[in-house]
């Protein structure tokens, strides 16, 4: 199966390069950098530090509806309206890992999910995707009266905060709870605040030198508490996992797809 990448030279792009060279059934076929790029024409092995490869990284707007069977989109809000038009225009499915997406963006996503297959998560390790579950059980015994706050750490380049996967847990234990996340979460506390409110769910973020990622779900009560951790020690988690959704997605009908659903998760 020929795979196709957005955003070959970022940091998720360069080890996708390098998941897919691994892969005994997935090839990369074609790595597109931005037009104005000093990476286009230059070689995706030296890119992703593996040593020279068969492929050169090409210009965004040369990419042609052959060059692949499935895209993988890792870059950025600005970008992903644009990545799906072309998708939708080349009937192209595509695995998106790219987060911090507004609520027009989402809409844009739901949209030409209606038209092409697209697997869409904030995380692709198993371990996350495993933690959703469990955060979901503990917020079923515990979440009525246990404070829930979740923290989260990643390095000092990241460009969103909370993380797209702390925001995931938030939704998973307000849904749980029947509570909407919109209204109640609480982002950062400052000075003199009144006494914590039962019925919010708390974020804290770091960001910090070269942390790959870290997330925990805390459920506090006076006496005891459960803490629910994952730490990524390697990108190449995530990216062995949006390759694996790729073989995954490819023949499948349109519509949006986690992976919850990859992986068949369904605890
Ligand atoms: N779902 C998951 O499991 C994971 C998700 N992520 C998410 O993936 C995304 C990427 O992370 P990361 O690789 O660290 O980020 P980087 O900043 O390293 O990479 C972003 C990539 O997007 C490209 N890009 C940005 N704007 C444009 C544009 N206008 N046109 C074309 N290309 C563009 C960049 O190109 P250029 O360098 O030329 O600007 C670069 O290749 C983030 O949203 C992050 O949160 C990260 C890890 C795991
Ligand atoms: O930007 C990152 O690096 C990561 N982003 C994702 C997120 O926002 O949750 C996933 C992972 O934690 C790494």
Redo the contacts with the bound molecule.
């Keep these: 199966m020929k795979v196709g990448l ?8 360069r080890v996708l390069i390098e998941a897919l060279d691994l892969s005994d059934d997935a090839e990369l076929s074609v790595a597109t ?2 037009d104005d ?1 000093p990476w286009v024409g230059l070689n995706v092995g030296e890119l992703a530090g593996i040593g020279k490869k068969e492929i050169d990284c090409s210009a ?1 707007s040369s990419l042609s509806g052959s060059d692949a069977d499935v895209m993988i989109d ?6 992903i309206e644009s990545n799906l038009s072309w998708c939708v225009e080349n009937t192209m499915p595509v695995v998106i ?4 997406l507004n609520d027009e963006q989402l809409a844009a996503l739901d949209e030409a999910a209606k038209h092409i297959p697209i697997v869409f ?5 198993v371990g996350v995707n495993l933690m959703l579950s469990l955060v979901r059980q503990a917020a079923s015994v515990l979440g009525e009266t246990a404070d829930i706050e979740i923290t989260e750490a990643h390095h000092r ?4 905060a909370p ?2 996967t702390a925001m995931a847990i938030g939704e998973a234990i307000a849904d749980e709870l029947g509570r909407d996340l919109k209204t109640c979460a609480v982002y950062g506390r400052e000075g003199k605040e009144p006494e914590r409110d039962q019925g919010t769910i708390g974020f804290a973020t770091v960001r910090a030198g070269d942390i790959v ?1 870290e997330h925990t779900a805390l459920f506090a009560d006076i006496g005891e508490r459960l803490e629910i951790t994952h730490k990524a020690s390697s ?1 190449l988690t ?1 990216a062995k ?2 390759v694996h959704a790729a073989k995954w997605l490819y023949g499948k009908q349109p519509g949006l797809y986690s992976m919850v659903d990859v992986l068949n998760l369904k605890l």
């Excluded at 957005?6 to 998720?12: E, L, Q, W, Y």
Aim: glycine share 22%; no cysteine; proline share 3%.
């Design positions: 957005f955003g070959a030279n970022g940091r998720m792009g950098v931005r790029s965004l890792f870059t950025l809000p600005s970008v890992g790219t987060t911090g998560a904030a995380n692709y390790s380049f990241k460009q969103d993380s797209g990622g990108r995530f996992g949006a």
